[in-house]
């Protein structure tokens, strides 16, 4: 079993820029998000289920699934939430527990926005990475890089685990509040600390 660092964090918090830099040092990266995204595209597995599920209102015209539509019923109850997940997450976690079993990089990023939410992978990561931020940069950057309105982010950002619960799991935390070269610095740092524990593991 490879070494596996869950790397979670909120809305905004800076989790695509921290895993893609661990990329380039050579770990595997596997994004929980990137498998969901597949996994409900046109030919994805879990399609026929979702639509199955909550009908054909959750589909656009062409067949794909309406993202905006499915997040907003998933916003407004939390049923259908929990009704989603049921879908979802088993096939995630089977396609993310393929992946590792097949990584070649000295160690596996495991990217899980939902980490805390869930409670899930815990079984699996040896430690758990934390992409720390203030919550209004976190609204910031999130309406400047999608075009919600303020009160859809923090909508988002209410349906998530708390900043202080998420401090309280972690093992790292990498503070991206400042510069991309304040941030890249403490990315390096923890690639020599979990190339240790790799090897330590081996």
Do not use: W
């Not at 699934?65 to 499915?70: A, D, M, P, V």
């Amino acid at each position: 079993m490879p070494f596996v660092v869950a790397l979670t964090g909120g809305i905004g918090s800076g989790k695509s820029l921290v895993s893609d830099a661990f990329r380039k040092l050579g770990a595997t990266v596997i994004d929980t998000d990137q498998i969901a995204r597949e996994l409900t595209g046109i030919d994805g597995a879990a399609l026929p289920a979702i639509v199955k599920q909550f009908g054909n209102d959750v589909l656009l015209p062409d067949g794909t699934l309406n993202r905006n539509r499915l997040r907003d019923l998933v916003f407004r109850d939390s049923q259908t939430k929990l009704q989603l997940e049921k879908i979802l997450h088993p096939m995630i976690r089977a396609r993310a527990a393929k992946e590792i079993r097949n990584s070649v990089g000295p160690y596996v990023i495991l990217v899980v926005p939902l980490l805390v939410e869930t409670g899930g992978y815990r079984d699996i990561a040896a430690r758990i990475l934390v992409i720390d931020c203030d919550e209004q940069l976190q609204v910031e950057r999130v309406i400047r890089r999608s075009g919600l309105s303020r009160d859809q982010v923090l909508a988002i950002m209410r349906a998530q685990a708390s900043r202080r619960d998420r401090l309280a799991l972690a093992d790292d935390v990498i503070s991206n509040e400042g510069t991309v070269d304040q941030t890249l610095p403490q990315v390096s740092r923890l690639h020599e600390k979990y190339l240790e524990f790799a090897r330590m593991q081996c």
